[in-house]
């Protein structure tokens, strides 16, 4: 069973960056990608990037390419999501989650707890 | 982008009863569709990918059905913990896409 481990919550400044990680266990680091998912406070979920672990090649949704850095740490079998130029906006909770790595096939299966991203001055 | 509408926004449906919730794409995604229910201060927990295909430990009464644009995700016989919003989700096309969510509550 592959468990997913975020670090706890932020609160930042705007125009500051944010780095979330999301520490993996069970299963092959390799064999998988991990997507972030964000939630702003009562709304829907928004895609925003992935990375297949074996490649280390990021994908971005369109909104977030070049603001987004998504990296993965085999040695830790540990992802990071790093967002700058924060505004207001970007608060919300942050999720990573798990997928087979298969680009045509992009189901999450496992999630990890969310991390509260709070932007304020 | 493949844009996901997901309709009501609100079923207010009694325990036992069936929910109907829809979730329509602009473009076709075939049926590379999934959907998600999120309980309150939960992460979402995969109900149906595949469109129809039931994921590991989800009860018979979720069922999905629909290909192309139009799907349906269906709950018979209600129970309280089904309570919850239910999310699509295309992965046919980049970006991976959401809707909007469906919240079903207690009638």
């Known amino acids: 069973q592959v468990q997913l481990v975020q670090s706890g919550a932020e609160v930042k400044k705007p125009g500051s960056s944010v780095k979330v990680s999301c520490k993996t266990s069970?299963?092959?680091?390799?064999?998988?990608?991990i997507s972030w998912v964000r939630q702003a406070p009562g709304q829907g979920l928004e895609w925003m990037g992935r990375?297949?672990?074996?490649?280390?090649?990021?994908h971005f949704a369109p909104d977030f390419r070049g603001r987004v850095t998504i990296t993965a740490d085999k040695s830790t079998t540990t992802a990071y999501m790093e967002l700058s130029g924060l505004r207001s906006e970007d608060t919300a909770v942050y999720y990573c989650?798990?997928?087979?790595?298969?680009?045509?096939?992009?189901?999450?299966?496992?999630w990890g707890q969310g991390t509260l991203v709070t932007v304020t001055s | 982008e493949i844009v996901m509408t997901q309709s009501p926004a609100t079923l207010s449906v009694s325990p036992g009863e069936r929910a109907t919730l829809s979730c329509r794409a602009t473009?076709?995604?075939?049926?590379?569709l999934a959907w998600y229910q999120q309980k309150p201060g939960q992460a979402p927990r995969l109900l149906i990918f595949?469109?129809?295909t039931r994921a590991t430990g989800v009860p018979a009464r979720f069922s999905g059905s629909g290909s192309g644009t139009e799907f349906t995700l269906t709950i018979t016989r209600l129970q309280s913990e089904d309570f919850a919003v239910y999310f699509c989700?295309?992965?046919?096309?980049?970006?991976?896409?959401f809707g909007g969510g469906t919240k079903v509550e207690i009638k």
């Open positions: 989650a798990r997928d087979e790595g298969d680009d045509s096939s992009v189901i999450f299966d496992n």
């Open positions: 473009h076709s995604v075939r049926n590379s």
């Open positions: 990375i297949i672990h074996s490649l280390n090649i990021p």
């Open positions: 069970g299963g092959t680091f390799n064999s998988f990608a």
């Open positions: 595949g469109s129809s």
């Open positions: 989700q295309q992965y046919n096309n980049w970006p991976i896409t």
